[in-house]
């Protein structure tokens, strides 16, 4: 027969795993203990935790009092043993971590302690000892963020930031091109982009480190949607099953002859499509090849 008080719940805790029994408290972990550090606030508990000591006229009663739990924070209350164990020295117990000191008291880490009659003077013993301070020291290092990872989140934060900004200009450089105004004026402080991403962006790092904002990057950049474009023009193209290119030359106002290349498709329906493709400067009109880039 179980009696009730084998059946009671820890009160201090929650259940740990079902494949503890009560055979593995000699490593530290009871079948009513886990990791939390709460105590208990039952009142009866720790009536239950009263004894006897002395003989004849000189019984005294000794109990566990709720005080040392605000002395002692370490302190945890089995309700099924009804001995008080170190809550560090146990879980360091549980975990296998290897601590310096080889005089750890089994009282609070195995056994359990239930001598009231000595119990201050036993929990400053324990509190003052070096397994004690080992235990606490290898639990707070366990709970701290390796530095490593602090560096690697900060790292990914900095880096989608730094994305989102550079996405940000492109959407800028994009805008500015379409509507067919200049990306910089003769200021660069002043430019165009960097009014633009001001706008957006604000009075932010990015703007003020000039970031991916040099003349050639920004030409650069331009060129890779032009490139982007003309790839996706040429993917309608391949889709359609006519098509032709079309050049034409005309003088611009500083009196330089440009070819002009356009793009004429057809579709299944017989839309007409014609798309600009590549304006190039040519330094002969004759007959004579020229080499152009656009």
């Avoid at 009671?8 to 886990?34: F, H, L, Q, V």
């Avoid at 000591?53 to 709720?66: D, E, P, Q, T, V």
């Avoid at 200009?169 to 105004?181: K, M, P």
Wanted: charged share 25%; proline share 2%.
């Amino acid at each position: 027969m179980i009696s009730d008080e084998e059946e009671t719940s820890c009160t201090t805790c929650d259940p740990i795993e079902n494949s503890m029994n009560e055979s593995s408290a000699a490593d530290g972990s009871c079948s009513c203990c886990s990791g939390d550090i709460s105590q208990p606030t039952d009142p009866s508990l720790l009536q239950k935790t009263e004894k006897v000591y002395g003989s004849g006229s000189c019984i005294k009663k000794r109990r566990f009092l709720a005080k040392w739990f605000e002395d002692y924070k370490w302190l945890h209350l089995c309700s099924k043993s009804l001995k008080v164990y170190c809550y560090y020295c146990r879980a360091a117990l549980r975990s296998q971590v290897s601590v310096m000191s080889t005089k750890a008291d089994p009282a609070f880490s195995t056994t359990g302690f239930s001598n009231w009659k000595k119990g201050t003077s036993s929990f400053k013993q324990h509190e003052s000892s070096l397994a004690h301070r080992d235990a606490l020291s290898a639990h707070i290092m366990s709970s701290v963020t390796p530095i490593n990872e602090l560096l690697k989140d900060q790292c990914n934060v900095t880096q989608k930031n730094r994305k989102q900004r550079f996405l940000n200009q492109l959407a800028g450089i994009r805008f500015l091109v379409r509507q067919g105004i200049s990306v910089r004026n003769d200021h660069s402080s002043g430019s165009n982009l960097i009014v633009l991403l001001k706008q957006v962006l604000g009075e932010c790092n990015w703007v003020k480190e000039n970031k991916y904002q040099s003349p050639e990057v920004i030409n650069e950049l331009i060129k890779l949607m032009a490139n982007k474009v003309l790839f996706s023009l040429l993917s309608d193209v391949h889709k359609n099953r006519w098509f032709s290119i079309l050049a034409d030359e005309t003088r611009d106002i500083s009196n330089r002859e440009q070819l002009t290349i356009t793009l004429r498709t057809v579709s299944e329906s017989y839309e007409i499509k014609e798309d600009l493709v590549g304006l190039a400067q040519l330094d002969e009109t004759t007959a004579e090849p020229n080499s152009f880039d656009y």
